[in-house]
């Protein structure tokens, strides 16, 4: 590609080759300023020296050059997988992506990083895994000079074969809550689990449809049980440590219930056990996510309603990041806690 360097008192009549961007601090503002294809008036002239602009480039593509709006454009529909949007034109050469609905945000992080290792393509996503707002951008892509190749742009296109990303719905919408606990089956202890697990169901759009209170008996939380497994999900709280008394994960068994595998490696909760029962979802949740804002429960929850395949190695993967920082003022999702 050849380039023409004109200063910019000389540049009237010419058109901007790409989109000029301004950042004013003072402001607050960042974005285009002149548009790729604006033909320079006098009057711009001083805008476009206050953006450092006091020459501009006549850029004479070759044949195997391809702009970064096109680049964008022609990348798009090939990353954007079920229940994603895409900006339909490229601002600054960029084109952004969001979520359709309320879901799980997934993205393929293999093939993300190798795209990423074309040097020339930049393509930053939200962590996966993520619970996404419709509307909520999740992705970016461009490249970062101006052109590339048309060799650049094949071997991304060899990558993108399938989608890198996509937002899978939340399937669960009602569920059952079991508190287990002598001390509060017998009213010693205020029962402070069904209202705080109604919130978090209910930020996802689940209703509740029964709960009962049962005391630290196998026979007696398995019958509970089997009347309340008539749901989309079963949320068992309570009784869930090391003590010999903790039968709940054993009442279950009895029922049929295979768990993933006992625990995990995330602090708070280290007690949650996710297991399942035919089409039924279960949940065991330990006493440490009542006494904390964010736990365990909270990053496996919208992993669970949106019925996402969770294994026992995907498990143990959240050891790096599980540790929950205890800052003063809880910001989760947006920190490290569970990213993995």
């Known amino acids: 590609m050849k380039k023409v360097k004109i200063p910019i008192e000389k540049a009237v009549g010419e058109a901007i080759p790409h989109d000029f961007t301004r950042i004013d601090p003072d402001t607050g503002f960042k974005g285009v300023y002149f548009r790729r294809g604006h033909i320079i008036k006098p009057e711009d002239i001083e805008k476009l020296k206050s953006i450092g602009k006091n020459y501009i480039y006549k850029l004479q593509p070759s044949p195997d050059d391809i702009h970064e709006d096109e680049f964008a454009i022609q990348v798009a529909p090939l990353i954007a997988g079920e229940n994603i949007s895409y900006s339909e034109h490229p601002s600054e050469g960029k084109i952004s992506f969001y979520a ?19 040097e020339q393509t930049s393509f930053p996503t939200i962590h996966n895994n993520f619970p996404v707002k419709r509307s909520q951008l999740v992705a970016a892509f461009r490249i970062i000079p101006l052109f590339a190749s048309r060799r650049i742009l094949q071997k991304a296109k060899e990558i993108l074969k399938r989608p890198l990303i996509s937002v899978k719905p939340y399937i669960i919408k ?73 039968v709940t994960k054993k009442a279950l068994k009895r029922s049929g219930v295979r768990f993933i595998r006992e625990g995990n490696p995330i602090q708070p909760a280290n007690n949650l056990t996710i297991g399942y029962l035919g089409d039924v979802t279960i949940c065991i949740v330990p006493a440490g996510a009542l006494f904390y ?46 990213k993995v």
Do not use: W
Request: charged share 30%; aromatic share 8%.
């Open 174 to 246: 009602s569920a059952n809550i079991i508190v287990t606990g002598t001390e509060v089956y017998e009213g010693r202890v205020k029962d402070k689990f069904i209202p705080k697990m109604r919130r978090k169901l209910s930020a996802y759009g689940v209703s509740v449809e029964k709960s009962t209170i049962v005391p630290d008996d196998v026979g007696m939380i398995r019958e509970a049980f089997e009347k309340l497994s008539n749901t989309q999900l079963v949320v068992v709280t309570g009784g869930s440590s090391v003590d010999p008394d903790d």
């Open 293 to 338: 804002k964010t736990s365990a429960f909270d990053i496996f929850l919208p992993r669970l309603l949106a019925k996402d395949t969770i294994t026992k190695k995907e498990i143990a993967d959240y050891a790096v990041g599980g540790l929950c920082h205890f800052c003063k003022r809880c910001t989760y999702p947006i920190c490290p806690f569970g």
């Open 100 to 118: 359709q609905i309320n879901g799980l945000f997934k993205v393929d992080k293999k093939r993300t990083v190798r795209l990423n290792l074309i």
